[in-house]
């Protein structure tokens, strides 16, 4: 019942701006309000604003450019997505294609005996959940959705511009839009008829790419912060979890920490977010010794503790405590989270995606257009057809809050 209150006053918050606007509707000739419910920016000049970073990427050999990004969109929309998972403490630098995710959700839903959410579970299936403010995810949180995805898309679009441009084609426009604070996206308009014509195979696949791989380096870009953020003498002030709570009785109760410090190290490891405690806790035992760094009222101190027992779940180590992330890691997790998110959905191969150009853009070269776009039309039928039928599943059986932030 709490999550209605939220919404609506998502709306109202909506209409206020809309109503500042709609007065300067004929004199803003950049923005456009449709019928109160979204508002689209656009400008005709967006070519110009790009082409200085395309001169950049002129220096780099066309060759190079083709070979990384379309390697790396091909292995995204395939196989495997080459991303770095350090930002939830994992000490990986891949996961599998959203493709490979709803195969085997399908081969999940054939092969298992009953719907309950634990043999789903226990079949791997993969659940989604929509990010729907004040339901799925707090209006406090969706703040940083906002501004992750904002920049998100915008680098997204600006790298198809500018690599376009970089290949001597033309953007005729680029803006964004937004609708209800629900609906939001950026766009550029590119010379699809000049691009066919002039652009070769390699070049055309590229510049369908390119988003992708520009959503992946800031996915890096974010883990790379983290990395930073964990150097000796930052850590203390925007790294660590804080402690919410303290449970009498259990080992950091016994030893002292207190409510409101701040955890920085286990046995010296840097913990940067509640999941990377969670995985440094994974190899230990009940009864083995941790060493837990903390830092209260300025003051750094080491707590020596002996692992109990989780009363929920026998036989996992248990330290006592509630933590919940940092600021600075909460923008960087989102941050982070959504861009890879960009990149597992733009490389399906579905209209109207940039897996969907690129594919039809493959088969027309040699299968011609009208069997590509027999083809790719299929495709993006069952992809947005699986798709739906796992938000379906994760929503009916309850397993989008294990999603759900």
């Known amino acids: 019942m709490q999550a209605i209150p939220s919404i609506l006053w998502l709306f109202i918050a909506w209409f206020i701006i809309v109503g500042m606007l709609y007065p300067f509707k004929n004199r803003l000739k950049l923005v456009k309000i449709y019928y109160g419910l979204a508002i689209l920016v656009r400008g005709e000049n967006v070519h110009q604003a790009i082409e200085p970073f395309a001169k950049l990427l002129s220096k780099v050999p066309e060759w190079v450019l083709e070979v990384l990004i379309i390697g790396v969109f091909l292995s995204s929309m395939v196989y495997l997505v080459p991303a ?85 084609s033309r953007v005729k426009s680029g803006g964004a839009f937004l609708s209800l604070f629900l609906l939001y996206g950026g766009f550029v308009e590119l010379d699809e008829k000049e691009m066919k014509e002039k652009l070769s195979l390699p070049q055309l696949l590229t510049v369908y790419g390119g988003g992708v791989f520009a959503n992946l380096l800031l996915a890096y870009l974010a883990v790379g912060l983290l990395l930073i953020a964990n150097l000796p003498g930052l850590i203390n002030y925007i790294g660590g979890v804080v ?152 929503i009916s059986t309850g397993l989008w809050q294990l999603v759900a932030p």
């Open 84 to 168: 770095p998972l350090q930002i939830v403490g994992v000490p990986g630098f891949s996961f599998p294609s959203f493709f490979r995710i709803l195969g085997n959700n399908v081969y999940a839903l054939l092969t298992v005996k009953t719907s309950s959410p634990t043999s789903l579970v226990t079949h791997k299936f993969v659940p989604l959940a929509p990010l729907i403010p004040g339901v799925t995810i707090d209006l406090y949180t969706f703040m940083y959705v906002l501004i992750a995805i904002g920049i998100g898309i915008l680098v997204h679009e600006f790298s198809h511009g500018a690599l376009a441009i970089r290949f001597k």
């Open 243 to 394: 402690i919410a709570g303290v449970i009498k009785g259990y080992p950091a109760y016994q030893a002292g920490i207190v409510n409101g410090s701040v955890l920085l190290y286990a046995n010296g490891t840097a913990v940067q977010s509640t999941y990377s405690l969670l995985y440094l806790l994974e190899g230990a035992k009940p009864g083995e010794h941790l060493i837990l760094t903390t830092l209260s009222n300025g003051v750094i101190s080491n707590h020596l503790i002996t692992l109990a027992s989780d009363p929920n779940a026998p036989g996992f180590p248990f330290i006592g405590v509630m933590v919940q992330n940092r600021e600075f890691y909460n923008f960087l997790y989102w941050f982070w989270t959504l861009n890879v998110t960009l990149v597992l959905l733009n490389s399906m191969p579905a209209f109207p995606l940039d897996g969907g150009q690129f594919i039809y853009s493959l088969l027309a070269r040699f299968a011609g257009e009208r069997r590509a776009m027999l083809v790719t039309e299929v495709l993006s039928i069952v992809v947005w057809g699986l798709i739906i039928l796992t938000i379906y599943i994760s």
